[in-house]
C-alpha cells in the first residue's frame, strides 16, 4: 500500500486547478501587461483570480492581494517593508516567536543585523503562544507582530483574532503567515484585524511557485525584486497567470469544501493520535485539539525521527521528520525545542499530515508499521537499552 501522508510539505495538484491550468496555458497565453487583445484578456483572467483569492479571506478589495512565487517571498517582503518604511518614524522593534518558519526567522535575523531589535517569543508547552506575551512585549518602538496562524510542524492553531485585536488598539502591524491555515482553517483578514498576510498555494492543492501576500490598503510595501512595474509596481516579473489561476481555483475548491473536509480529516487525524498513544514512552506534540485538522506530531524516545521516516518509507509511507523545508539537516526541529520538548524526544519526532484524501485503511496502515518501526529500530538501540534497564533516566 501507498499512503501519502506529508501534505503540509507539499499537496497533490488538484483535478481543478490541473484543469485551470492546462486551460491558461491553452488559451491565456498573453502577457496581461500588453495591450493587444491576447493580453487583455489574460489580464481579465488574472483580475478574475485577484478577486477570487481576496473573497476566500475577506479581504476588503482585491488590489490588496499581491501574487509572489510562495509564502517565504511574501514572508520576506512583508517583514522588510513593515521594519523599513516604519525605521524613519523610531519604530526599530519586532515581535515574533521561537517556532516561525525560516523565511520568517531568518527575515527578522537579517533585520537584526540592519540595527532592528526583535523578541522572539516561547510559547507555552502546548505550542499555543500566550496573548499576555504579546501584549507584554509591545513597545512604542514596536512597528510589527509577526506570528504564524498555525505551526507546520505540530499543528498548533495561534489565537489569532486575540493577537489582532491586541496590534490594532496599540496601533501596531500585524502580519501572520498564513500558509499552512489557508483553505484548512476559516480565516477572515478584516474580522480578526490582520493587517498583512502570506500563503502558498501548493499547501492547498495548487501549483508550486505560487503564492500570495495579502496588505491592507494603505500599507506601504517596499520591493523585494526590482525590475518591472507588475503588481502594481511592488513585485518585478512576468505575471504567472496559469499558475496564479490554478491557486485561486484551488483555494476556493478547499474553502468551499472546507467543513465537509475537515469532519473527515479530523477523525481521521484522532484516529491517528489514538492509534499510536499506547506506544511506551512517545508523546504528542502540540496542543491535542487546537491543532490544524490533518497533523499528527509524535515524539518516539530511544529512536532517530530520520530512521523511523526511512523505515516507514519502505512500507510505503511518505511523512516527515522535523520540518520538511530542512529535512536534509539532522539538528532537531526548532519548533519543537522552542516549546520545551527534550531533545532527546525531539530527535525522534514524526509528523504525519492527513488531508481529505486519505482513508481509514490508509490510517490503519500507518499504526501498524509504525508500532513495528518503532519495536525494530528500538531493539536495536543502545541508548534504549540503556533506558530500560535504568542506567539513563526516560525524558517521556
Same mark, same amino acid.
Given at each position: 500500500?501507498?499512503?501519502?501522508?506529508?501534505?503540509?510539505?507539499?499537496?497533490?495538484?488538484?483535478?481543478?486547478?490541473?484543469?485551470?491550468?492546462?486551460?491558461?496555458?491553452?488559451?491565456?497565453?498573453?502577457?496581461?501587461?500588453?495591450?493587444?487583445?491576447?493580453?487583455?484578456?489574460?489580464?481579465?483572467?488574472?483580475?478574475?483570480?485577484?478577486?477570487?483569492?481576496?473573497?476566500?479571506?475577506?479581504?476588503?478589495?482585491?488590489?490588496?492581494?499581491?501574487?509572489?512565487? !510562495?509564502?517565504? /517571498?511574501?514572508?520576506?517582503?512583508?517583514?522588510? &517593508?513593515?521594519?523599513?518604511?516604519?525605521?524613519?518614524?523610531?519604530?526599530?522593534?519586532?515581535?515574533?516567536?521561537?517556532?516561525?518558519?525560516?523565511? *520568517?526567522?531568518?527575515?527578522?535575523?537579517?533585520?537584526?543585523?540592519?540595527?532592528?531589535?526583535?523578541?522572539?517569543?516561547?510559547?507555552?508547552?502546548?505550542?499555543?503562544?500566550?496573548?499576555?506575551?504579546?501584549?507584554?512585549?509591545?513597545?512604542?518602538?514596536?512597528?510589527?507582530? $509577526?506570528?504564524?496562524? +498555525?505551526?507546520?510542524? =505540530?499543528?498548533?492553531?495561534?489565537?489569532?483574532?486575540?493577537?489582532?485585536? *491586541?496590534?490594532?488598539?496599540?496601533?501596531?502591524?500585524? @502580519?501572520?503567515?498564513?500558509?499552512?491555515?489557508?483553505?484548512?482553517?476559516?480565516?477572515?483578514?478584516?474580522?480578526?484585524?490582520?493587517? =498583512?498576510?502570506?500563503?502558498?498555494?501548493?499547501?492547498? @492543492?495548487?501549483?508550486?511557485?505560487? !503564492?500570495?501576500?495579502?496588505?491592507?490598503?494603505?500599507?506601504?510595501?517596499?520591493?523585494?525584486?526590482?525590475?518591472?512595474?507588475?503588481?502594481?509596481?511592488?513585485?518585478? !516579473?512576468?505575471?504567472?497567470?496559469?499558475?496564479?489561476? +490554478? =491557486?485561486?481555483?484551488?483555494?476556493?475548491?478547499?474553502?468551499?469544501?472546507?467543513?465537509?473536509?475537515?469532519?473527515?480529516?479530523?477523525?481521521?487525524?484522532?484516529?491517528?493520535?489514538?492509534?499510536?498513544?499506547?506506544?511506551?514512552?512517545?508523546?504528542?506534540?502540540?496542543?491535542?485539539?487546537?491543532?490544524?485538522?490533518?497533523?499528527?506530531?509524535?515524539?518516539?524516545?530511544?529512536?532517530?525521527?530520520? $530512521?523511523?521516516?526511512?523505515?516507514?518509507?519502505?512500507?510505503?509511507?511518505?511523512? &516527515?521528520?522535523?520540518?520538511?523545508?530542512? $529535512? /536534509?539537516?539532522?539538528?532537531?526541529? @526548532?519548533?519543537?525545542?522552542?516549546?520545551?520538548?527534550?531533545?532527546?524526544?525531539? @530527535?525522534? $519526532?514524526?509528523?504525519?499530515?492527513?488531508?481529505?484524501?486519505?482513508?481509514? /485503511?490508509?490510517?490503519?496502515?500507518?499504526?501498524?508499521?509504525?508500532?513495528?518501526?518503532?519495536?525494530?529500530?528500538?531493539?536495536?538501540?543502545?541508548?534504549?537499552?540503556?533506558? /530500560?534497564?535504568?542506567?539513563?533516566?526516560?525524558?517521556?
Amino acid at each position: 500500500m501507498k499512503v501519502y501522508a506529508d501534505n503540509a510539505a507539499t499537496t497533490y495538484l488538484s483535478k481543478t486547478a490541473k484543469e485551470v491550468l492546462l486551460d491558461c496555458l491553452d488559451n491565456y497565453n498573453g502577457n496581461p501587461n500588453s495591450l493587444h487583445t491576447d493580453g487583455q484578456l489574460t489580464q481579465e483572467k488574472l483580475d478574475e483570480a485577484r478577486g477570487i483569492v481576496a473573497a476566500c479571506i475577506n479581504a476588503k478589495n482585491p488590489n490588496e492581494i499581491y501574487f509572489t512565487s !510562495g509564502g517565504s /517571498e511574501a514572508d520576506n517582503q512583508a517583514l522588510i &517593508s513593515a521594519a523599513r518604511a516604519n525605521k524613519a518614524k523610531g519604530k526599530t522593534h519586532l515581535i515574533t516567536t521561537n517556532i516561525e518558519h525560516h523565511a *520568517i526567522l531568518h527575515t527578522m535575523r537579517k533585520l537584526e543585523l540592519e540595527g532592528f531589535e526583535v523578541t522572539y517569543l516561547a510559547p507555552k508547552a502546548n505550542g499555543i503562544v500566550d496573548v499576555d506575551d504579546v501584549a507584554a512585549a509591545i513597545t512604542d518602538k514596536t512597528a510589527l507582530v $509577526s506570528i504564524m496562524f +498555525a505551526n507546520n510542524e =505540530m499543528g498548533a492553531i495561534q489565537p489569532i483574532p486575540e493577537i489582532g485585536a *491586541i496590534c490594532k488598539e496599540r496601533g501596531v502591524l500585524f @502580519h501572520t503567515d498564513a500558509v499552512q491555515a489557508a483553505a484548512h482553517i476559516p480565516i477572515d483578514v478584516q474580522a480578526m484585524n490582520i493587517d =498583512m498576510l502570506s500563503l502558498s498555494g501548493h499547501k492547498f @492543492h495548487g501549483p508550486k511557485g505560487v !503564492g500570495v501576500l495579502y496588505a491592507r490598503n494603505g500599507i506601504r510595501l517596499l520591493n523585494v525584486i526590482e525590475g518591472g512595474a507588475q503588481e502594481r509596481g511592488k513585485r518585478a !516579473g512576468t505575471v504567472n497567470v496559469p499558475g496564479i489561476a +490554478a =491557486m485561486a481555483a484551488a483555494l476556493k475548491e478547499g474553502c468551499d469544501n472546507m467543513e465537509a473536509n475537515n469532519e473527515k480529516v479530523i477523525a481521521l487525524r484522532d484516529k491517528l493520535i489514538k492509534g499510536l498513544a499506547d506506544i511506551p514512552h512517545a508523546q504528542l506534540n502540540g496542543d491535542p485539539v487546537k491543532r490544524l485538522p490533518g497533523n499528527v506530531n509524535y515524539s518516539f524516545e530511544g529512536v532517530e525521527g530520520e $530512521s523511523l521516516l526511512l523505515g516507514l518509507d519502505n512500507y510505503g509511507i511518505a511523512c &516527515s521528520s522535523g520540518s520538511a523545508c530542512t $529535512s /536534509e539537516s539532522l539538528d532537531p526541529s @526548532h519548533v519543537l525545542l522552542g516549546m520545551g520538548v527534550p531533545i532527546e524526544a525531539a @530527535h525522534g $519526532s514524526l509528523r504525519f499530515s492527513l488531508n481529505e484524501e486519505n482513508t481509514e /485503511e490508509e490510517v490503519d496502515f500507518i499504526i501498524e508499521k509504525v508500532h513495528k518501526v518503532v519495536e525494530l529500530f528500538r531493539s536495536m538501540s543502545p541508548f534504549w537499552d540503556a533506558l /530500560e534497564k535504568g542506567e539513563k533516566e526516560h525524558c517521556i
